[in-house]
């Protein structure tokens, strides 16, 4: 980072309007983006230099290196691009092994590991998955929240944010699209 600053540790997810990220049947197909909400994602992505995932999360993005047909659009093949250049860390006790390049795999949420990497990282750091952001929302290392919300409401599922927590946000931006959905970008407020 150019200016000096440490790494901010990202909370980035799309989930509907009722705060699910996916439905009752594990389902997410409703929140597929668009061009025009992809084209936003790579914006924000490029100043990401590391993402930080559970299995089930990594699983799917590992396509994104190793299919071929994942980047059908000059969109998605300027995430693929992006996604593939940053370096990634899959938190797994399950996970055999890594299929994919600029990867390593920890068998635990250690918070410590993570606040030294925010202090070393040279880029901003992504987390995705709500299980495994819940566990460094709760060490206090989250410092933004990235949502898109899908104008749906699926009535249950996997929750965005942890339960039984309680967190002040900051509104920093905002953005809606032709499609109807919206990003949010918050600063997670200390006090």
């Given at each position: 980072?150019?200016?000096?600053?440490?790494?901010?540790?990202?909370?980035?997810?799309?989930?509907?309007?009722?705060?699910?990220?996916?439905?009752?049947?594990?389902?997410?197909?409703?929140?597929?983006?668009?061009?025009?909400?992809?084209?936003?994602?790579?914006?924000?992505?490029?100043?990401?230099?590391?993402?930080?995932?559970?299995?089930?999360?990594?699983?799917?993005?590992?396509?994104?290196?190793?299919?071929?047909?994942?980047?059908?659009?000059?969109?998605?093949?300027?995430?693929?691009?992006?996604w593939?250049a940053?370096?990634?860390?899959?938190?797994?006790?399950?996970?055999?092994?890594?299929?994919?390049?600029?990867?390593?795999?920890?068998?635990?949420?250690?918070?410590?590991?993570?606040?030294?990497?925010?202090?070393?990282?040279?880029?901003?750091?992504?987390?995705?998955?709500?299980?495994?952001?819940?566990?460094?929302?709760?060490?206090?290392?989250?410092?933004?929240v990235?949502?898109?919300?899908v104008?749906?409401?699926?009535?249950?599922?996997?929750?965005?944010?942890?339960?039984?927590?309680?967190?002040?946000?900051?509104?920093?931006?905002?953005?809606?699209?032709?499609?109807?959905?919206?990003?949010?970008?918050?600063?997670?407020?200390?006090?």
């Amino acid at each position: 980072m150019s200016n000096g600053r440490m790494a901010r540790l990202i909370y980035s997810m799309i989930g509907s309007l009722d705060g699910y990220v996916a439905d009752t049947s594990g389902n997410f197909d409703w929140a597929v983006p668009d061009e025009q909400v992809l084209a936003f994602i790579n914006d924000q992505e490029r100043d990401v230099g590391t993402y930080l995932y559970g299995r089930r999360i990594y699983e799917l993005m590992e396509a994104w290196e190793n299919d071929p047909t994942a980047a059908d659009s000059p969109e998605s093949q300027e995430f693929a691009g992006i996604w593939k250049a940053a370096d990634k860390v899959v938190f797994s006790t399950r996970l055999e092994d890594v299929k994919t390049t600029r990867t390593i795999l920890q068998r635990t949420f250690d918070p410590a590991f993570v606040e030294n990497l925010k202090r070393t990282a040279t880029a901003d750091i992504n987390i995705a998955g709500p299980l495994l952001a819940s566990h460094a929302f709760r060490a206090g290392l989250i410092d933004c929240v990235h949502l898109l919300l899908v104008p749906t409401i699926i009535g249950g599922g996997k929750s965005f944010f942890p339960s039984n927590m309680r967190l002040n946000l900051r509104l920093e931006g905002s953005r809606r699209f032709e499609n109807g959905m919206l990003a949010l970008q918050y600063d997670v407020d200390g006090s």
